[in-house]
């Protein structure tokens, strides 16, 4: 009887250097590439125009014709993409068992939902007589990988960094050599056309910005883009106005680059002194970081990673919380910001931390909320990095910095958007407003507000906190609870 495998690809789409793949098709003769548009998770969507169910229809399209070609250049007259839509845990298990696999192959995934998800898929493909095995593939240092000399998991990231690197070597940057195999490819049934968007029950969704090209393809095209501009990364990365960061987070969070691949570029360049490429590097352990802290400490999603941050008292404040969801904060660079989310699906790093930082620190409210709001708007949406960051900002999660690190939105406008350039992008009504007042017309003299035309309360909102009286509040409210 031939071997069959069945790879079950989630936030994998690319066909090469593939764990999950290269195991399969390794060990099997015959080896189906299945993806499900899940409605366990579709379902739960607010909107039918969805930024990144466009992306993963586009990279799905692009994948099953990636893997005909591989097929067909290795001579075999497989390859493609089985597509389903449905519940995942239950496609799955049928399309096993109508296929005849003898197992079912996956890449791990590390959030709680799709570990319970994955353990159900398991038992019932056992029950069936189906084995199912998962490979790390999405980090390179997982679970219990990177360990204190105590054999404790790290809470802080700086000395996990250092043990990161470490142990990070070649091995651990090697890409999986999948190719030689790929004649094992099997082809779909016959007669299953892929589904439309509009199949999938979406409309065409607002057009992605023109920076973020879909599938393997677009991740190579900004790949190549950014290795140029590594050496300056160091730097460039904190200006939102500056081509300075990779734009592959949309790529990393779907799969559609290998995160080994990025790895072991930045580590080379980073091994002949290249700053801009160790700093790169750093942000990819902080991405393993924080996936091994919600593997570990599931509770994150809900709670304070530092348990005596949960007996913070947030604020409701319905009209402030209208505000920032609005961009009507008054604070420029944060309104920005926040139009720059709401408009392309993006939001620069830096600029993540300030407006996280000023709905907790400056207005009070919970973290939590913050956090389901880049759920619903992010391209790049990953559980992980952004409960990470978004406890990061409050206070309550993995950092050893204190907790009354408050950032000022107006210094950080004048330190990282010194002329105002992002502002006046997401904020023409600004466009008049002079270099000195850009972050903060609140502080323009009338007569200097009427020689640029600028009324508070008709063109622009006026402040809706007081940065001063809004950090002693926190302070207040951190307080006794160290």
Not at 241 to 247: H, I, L, M, T
Request: charged letters at 20%.
């Amino acid at each position: 009887m031939t071997a069959t495998a069945l790879v079950w690809l989630r936030r994998d789409l690319r066909c090469t250097d593939h764990a999950a793949l290269y195991h399969a098709l390794r060990r099997f003769d015959r080896v189906y590439c299945a993806f499900v548009f899940d409605t366990d998770i579709l379902d739960a969507l607010p909107s039918r125009q969805d930024r990144r169910v466009a992306f993963i229809h586009a990279s799905v399209v692009e994948l099953h014709a990636r893997l005909q070609q591989l097929a067909a250049d290795h001579g075999a007259p497989g390859g493609g993409l089985i597509v389903r839509h449905g519940s995942a845990a239950r496609c799955i298990v049928e399309l096993a068992q109508s296929l005849g696999v003898q197992e079912v192959l996956t890449n791990r995934d590390y959030e709680p939902t799709a570990i319970a998800r994955d353990q159900q898929v398991a038992a019932d493909l056992h029950a069936r007589g189906i084995a199912f095995s998962d490979y790390k593939d999405q980090v390179l240092l997982e679970r219990d990988e990177v360990l204190t000399r105590q054999g404790q998991h790290y809470s802080v990231f700086t000395p996990y960094k250092r043990a990161w690197l470490q142990k990070l070597d070649a091995f651990q940057l090697k890409a999986y050599p999948l190719e030689r195999y790929a004649q094992r490819l099997a082809p779909p049934p016959a007669g299953e056309p892929l589904p439309s968007l509009q199949d999938l029950g979406f409309t065409a969704a607002p057009s992605l910005p023109r920076a973020l090209p879909t599938g393997s393809s677009g991740a190579m095209q900004l790949l190549n883009d950014f290795v140029p501009r590594m050496a300056h990364y160091q730097r460039a990365r904190d200006f939102p106005s500056v081509k300075g960061v990779s734009y592959l987070s949309v790529h990393l969070r779907f799969g559609t680059v290998s995160i080994r691949q990025l790895a072991a570029l930045a580590a080379a360049q980073a091994a002949q002194g290249c700053v801009g490429a160790q700093t790169w590097l750093s942000e990819l352990a902080w991405r393993d970081f924080y996936f091994m802290i919600l593997w570990r400490h599931p509770k994150v999603v809900t709670q304070s990673f530092k348990p005596q941050f949960d007996r913070v008292q947030w604020d409701e404040a319905p009209a402030l919380w209208q505000a920032w969801c609005q961009a009507r904060t008054g604070y420029p660079l944060v309104d920005a910001a926040l139009r720059q989310l709401l408009h392309t699906g993006y939001m620069h790093n830096r600029l993540r931390m300030v407006v996280a930082s000023f709905l907790t620190k400056d207005l009070g409210i919970d973290w939590r909320r913050g956090e389901r709001f880049f759920a619903e708007h992010l391209n790049d949406y990953d559980l992980a990095a952004n409960n990470g960051g978004w406890q990061w900002a409050a206070s309550t999660g993995c950092d050893a910095q204190p907790w009354f690190r408050i950032f000022n939105p107006i210094t950080q406008s004048q330190k990282f958007d010194p002329k105002g350039q992002f502002i006046r992008r997401y904020l023409p009504e600004l466009a008049r407003v002079p270099d000195a007042h850009i972050h903060f017309p609140a502080a323009m003299k009338p007569l200097e507000r009427q020689a640029c035309d600028l009324q508070l309360g008709r063109d622009y909102p006026h402040p809706i906190v007081d940065h001063a009286q809004a950090r002693e509040r926190t302070l207040a409210r951190f307080s006794g609870l160290r």
